[in-house]
C-alpha cells in the first residue's frame, strides 16, 4: 500500500518505527481477535482476506497485536490519537490459557491497520468550500455586541487606553480558546456532547450545559431581529415614523430637536426616535415590570415567526446550505458597515465623537473595572463555550490548518469591532452638535437603545435617510441571523451526534422542533414588557455559566486529556504542533484568565435597570437559579457517571477519565488506527 501524500507517510512510518522499537522482544500472538469476523463481514484470517459485505479492507496481519509483558499486564498502551487502547491479557510467550496461539519471532515488524471505512465519519457531512467554513465562524463570532457593546465598553473604560487590555486578554485569553474548540472539533469530529466520550467521559456534562445555554439565548435574541426586521418594514417610507412627534403613540414631551434650532433639550424631554422605540414597537408603558408583562404583540409575533422560518430554512439541510446563506449574511454587515462609516465621517460634528472615543485615559488602568470589561468582552465576543466552534470545525477535513483559521478569524472580529466603533461614534458626534449637548451626554444609551433610538434618529435626519435606513436594519438582521444560525448549529450537531439512531436521517424534523421550541420560549419576549425578559436573559443566561463551562472545559483537555495528547492530535492534523505560547496559555493562563471572570461576577452582583424601571431583588435570586439550571448538568453527571461505572470509587473514577472511544484518523479514502 503506498500513500500519495508523502507527509502523511512519513509521520506514519515514524510512529510504527518508535513503537516497534519499545516492544521488539515481544511476540505477537491474537487468536483471541479472529472472533471479531462476524457473519457477512470482511475478516482476515491467518493473515487471508475473507469477503463481507461490509467491502472492509483490512490491510495489515490481525496477528500484530501487541500483547503486554507479564509486568506490563492491564496497562494501557498508547496509540497514536493520544487514547489508551486495553490490550488483551495474553502473555507474550504466546501460549494463553487453554489457546494455541501461533509463535511469532521477536523481530517481527509491528503492524498498522488501515480500514477503508463506511460507518457514520465517512458520511459526516462537510463544507463545500473552505470559505464556508470562514464565513460561518466570522459571522457568528461578529455579532450585534461588536457594534453595541464595545464601543460603549471602549469610551466607558478609557477611550483608546482600554485597547492596552484588551488586547493583552486577546492574546492571553480569548484567541487560545478560540483555537482550543477549533482543534478540538476538528479533530475528533463531533459535537459538543458525543466529544467527551473521546476526551474525558465524567465531564460529559458539559455538553449538556452548552445546550441548555443555548436555548436560552435562544429564547431572547431572536426577539432582538424581530425588532429590528419590524424597523425595517416601517422604514419603506419617504417620512420615517420616528423623525415627528405628532404620532398617535407620543406624548407632550416629545421634543423634536432636529426640526428648529431654537428647541432646548429639558430634563424630561424624550426624543421621537425614543418614543417610537419604547410605546410603538415594545409598547412598554402597557407594563409595569416583569411581576405583570402585559399581553403578546401580534406585532412583533409574526416579525419573529417570519425570522425564524428564514432560519429554519437556512439550517435544515446542513452546513451545505447555511455555508451558502452566509455568503450573504456575512458579507452584507461589512459593505454596509463601510458605507455608514465614509458617512460618518462626513457628517458636522464627527470628529467630536471619534476624539470621545480614543482620547486615551490612561488613569483607567488602575481600575479592576477596566481589565474585567477587558476580559469578559474578548471572552463574548470570539464566543468559545458556546458549542459553535467545535460544532463548524467537525465538519472540516481533517488537515485544515485551524491554526491559521483561528488566527485570521480571531483577527477579523477584533478590527470589526474597533472599526464599529468609528461608525457608531461618528453619528454620536453629530448628534451631540445638534443636540448642543456633550457626546457623554448623547451616549447614555447601551445595549439595544444605542442602535434602535440614537442610531436610528441621526439616520433619519441624513440626507437618503429611508435608504440608510434599509440598509443598517438589514444589516442588523444579518448580524443577529448569523449568530442564530451557528448557535442552532451547535446543538443540532450535538444532538444528532450523541443520538444518531433516532435522529441520525431526520434533521430536517429536529431542526423544526428545536426551532419550534424555540418560538415557544420567545413569547415572553414579545410580551409589552418583553425588553424586561430580554435584558434579564442577557444578564443571567449568558454570564458566569458560559464562562464556567468554558474553564472546565480548559482544565479537562488540558490536564485530565493531556496537553502532551492534545498537542499531539494538533501534530496529525496540520504537521506541527503548538508552541509553548500556547501550552502555557491552555494550562495555567486560561484557567486564570477565566477564573478571574467567574470571580469578578460573583463579587459584583449586577444592578440592573431599563429605562425608568429597577429591577427588584427577587429577579436576581431567580437570574441565579437560571444560571445555576444550565451549569448544574456538570456535576449531575459526574455523580451519574461514578454510579454506573463498576468497580471500586477509585477504579470508577479512573475508568471515567479514561477515553471510551478512539478517534479514526482519516487518509484520504481511508482511516486508519495506528496500533
Request: charge should be neutral; hydrophobic fraction near 40%.
Given at each position: ?233 416601517s422604514s419603506f417610507t419617504s417620512d420615517l415614523p420616528w423623525t415627528t412627534c405628532g404620532n398617535t403613540w407620543n406624548t407632550e414631551n416629545c421634543t423634536n430637536y432636529f426640526q428648529s434650532s431654537n428647541i432646548t433639550w429639558k430634563q424630561y424631554s424624550t426624543s421621537p426616535g425614543e418614543e417610537f422605540y419604547t410605546r410603538k414597537v415594545l409598547q412598554i408603558h402597557l407594563s409595569s415590570g416583569l411581576q405583570n408583562l402585559g399581553g403578546i404583540s401580534w406585532q412583533l409575533t409574526l416579525c419573529l415567526l417570519l425570522i425564524f422560518t428564514i432560519v429554519y430554512f437556512s439550517i435544515w439541510k446542513g452546513v451545505k446550505t447555511s455555508g451558502k446563506v452566509v455568503w450573504v449574511t456575512a458579507t452584507f454587515p461589512y459593505i454596509v458597515l463601510f458605507v455608514l462609516l465614509i458617512r460618518g465621517v462626513t457628517l458636522p460634528g464627527a470628529w467630536r465623537g471619534v476624539v470621545f472615543y480614543l482620547k486615551p485615559n490612561w488613569g483607567k488602568l488602575h481600575e479592576t473595572e477596566v481589565w474585567i470589561d477587558a476580559a469578559a ?299
Amino acid at each position: 500500500m503506498s500513500f500519495t501524500n508523502g507527509h502523511q507517510h512519513n509521520l506514519i512510518t515514524n510512529r510504527m518505527e518508535r513503537k516497534s522499537s519499545n516492544n521488539e522482544g515481544c511476540p505477537l500472538t491474537s487468536k483471541n481477535e479472529l472472533s471479531d469476523c462476524k457473519d457477512g463481514e470482511d475478516c482476515k484470517e491467518n493473515g487471508q482476506m475473507t469477503k463481507t459485505s461490509k467491502s472492509s479492507l483490512r490491510l495489515a496481519d490481525d496477528l500484530n497485536k501487541v500483547h503486554p509483558s507479564q509486568g506490563e499486564k492491564g496497562e494501557a498502551g498508547r496509540i497514536s490519537n493520544g487514547y489508551s487502547a486495553v490490550q488483551t491479557p495474553v502473555p507474550c510467550n504466546g501460549s494463553g490459557d487453554g489457546e494455541d496461539a501461533p509463535w511469532v519471532p521477536p523481530s517481527a515488524p509491528r503492524g498498522l491497520v488501515v480500514h477503508q471505512y463506511q460507518g457514520d465519519q465517512d458520511h459526516r457531512e462537510t463544507w463545500s468550500k473552505k470559505m464556508d467554513f470562514l464565513l460561518s465562524v466570522i459571522g457568528y463570532a461578529v455579532d450585534l455586541g461588536n457594534v453595541w457593546r464595545f464601543p460603549y465598553i471602549c469610551y466607558k473604560n478609557g477611550g483608546g487606553a482600554f485597547l492596552l487590555p484588551y488586547t493583552i486578554m486577546a492574546i492571553f485569553g480569548g484567541i487560545p480558546l478560540f483555537y482550543m474548540e477549533l482543534a478540538l472539533g476538528q479533530y475528533h469530529r463531533n459535537g459538543c456532547i458525543s466529544i467527551w466520550k473521546k476526551i474525558c467521559p465524567i465531564f460529559k456534562g458539559i455538553g449538556y450545559s452548552i445546550c441548555m445555554i443555548a436555548l436560552y439565548i435562544g429564547f431572547y435574541y431572536n426577539t432582538i431581529m424581530a425588532w429590528a426586521l419590524y424597523y425595517l418594514i416601517s422604514s419603506f417610507t419617504s417620512d420615517l415614523p420616528w423623525t415627528t412627534c405628532g404620532n398617535t403613540w407620543n406624548t407632550e414631551n416629545c421634543t423634536n430637536y432636529f426640526q428648529s434650532s431654537n428647541i432646548t433639550w429639558k430634563q424630561y424631554s424624550t426624543s421621537p426616535g425614543e418614543e417610537f422605540y419604547t410605546r410603538k414597537v415594545l409598547q412598554i408603558h402597557l407594563s409595569s415590570g416583569l411581576q405583570n408583562l402585559g399581553g403578546i404583540s401580534w406585532q412583533l409575533t409574526l416579525c419573529l415567526l417570519l425570522i425564524f422560518t428564514i432560519v429554519y430554512f437556512s439550517i435544515w439541510k446542513g452546513v451545505k446550505t447555511s455555508g451558502k446563506v452566509v455568503w450573504v449574511t456575512a458579507t452584507f454587515p461589512y459593505i454596509v458597515l463601510f458605507v455608514l462609516l465614509i458617512r460618518g465621517v462626513t457628517l458636522p460634528g464627527a470628529w467630536r465623537g471619534v476624539v470621545f472615543y480614543l482620547k486615551p485615559n490612561w488613569g483607567k488602568l488602575h481600575e479592576t473595572e477596566v481589565w474585567i470589561d477587558a476580559a469578559a468582552q474578548i471572552f463574548f465576543s470570539l464566543g468559545p463555550g458556546f458549542g459553535v466552534l467545535l460544532a463548524f470545525a467537525s465538519y472540516n477535513k481533517f488537515h485544515n490548518n485551524c491554526y491559521k483559521d483561528a488566527l485570521v478569524t480571531s483577527m477579523v472580529n477584533c478590527t470589526t469591532s474597533f472599526v464599529s466603533g468609528f461608525v457608531i461614534f461618528t453619528v454620536l458626534g453629530y448628534m451631540a452638535e445638534m443636540r448642543k449637548q456633550d457626546v457623554a451626554d448623547v451616549a447614555r444609551d447601551t445595549g439595544p437603545s444605542l442602535l434602535f433610538i440614537t442610531y436610528a434618529e441621526a439616520i433619519a435626519n441624513m440626507p437618503a435617510s429611508t435608504f440608510f435606513a434599509i440598509i443598517f436594519f438589514l444589516m442588523i438582521i444579518t448580524l443577529g441571523l448569523d449568530s442564530t444560525f451557528a448557535g442552532l448549529e451547535g446543538v443540532i450537531t450535538a444532538v444528532l451526534d450523541e443520538f444518531p439512531h433516532i435522529w441520525g436521517r431526520r434533521r430536517e424534523w429536529f431542526v423544526l422542533c428545536l426551532v419550534t421550541v424555540y418560538f415557544l420560549g420567545s413569547l415572553t419576549t414579545l410580551t409589552y414588557g418583553g425588553a424586561y425578559v430580554v435584558k434579564f436573559f442577557e444578564q443571567f443566561a449568558t454570564g458566569a455559566p458560559v464562562i464556567t463551562v468554558v474553564f472546565l472545559e480548559a482544565i479537562a483537555v488540558s490536564w485530565f486529556y493531556g496537553i502532551k495528547s492534545f498537542c499531539r492530535d494538533i501534530k496529525e492534523m496540520i504537521g506541527f504542533s503548538p508552541g509553548w505560547y500556547w501550552i502555557i496559555c491552555w494550562v495555567a493562563i486560561c484557567p486564570i484568565f477565566l477564573l478571574f471572570i467567574i470571580g469578578s461576577f460573583l463579587a459584583l452582583p449586577p444592578d440592573l435597570k431599563l429605562f425608568n424601571y429597577h429591577y427588584p431583588y427577587w429577579t436576581t435570586v431567580v437570574g441565579y437559579c437560571i444560571g445555576t439550571s444550565s451549569f448544574i448538568c456538570v456535576p449531575i453527571y459526574m455523580i451519574y457517571k461514578l454510579i454506573i461505572t463498576p468497580g471500586t470509587l477509585k477504579e470508577r473514577f479512573l475508568r471515567s477519565i479514561t477515553p471510551e472511544l478512539k478517534t479514526e484518523i482519516p487518509l484520504t479514502d481511508f482511516h486508519m488506527n495506528a496500533v
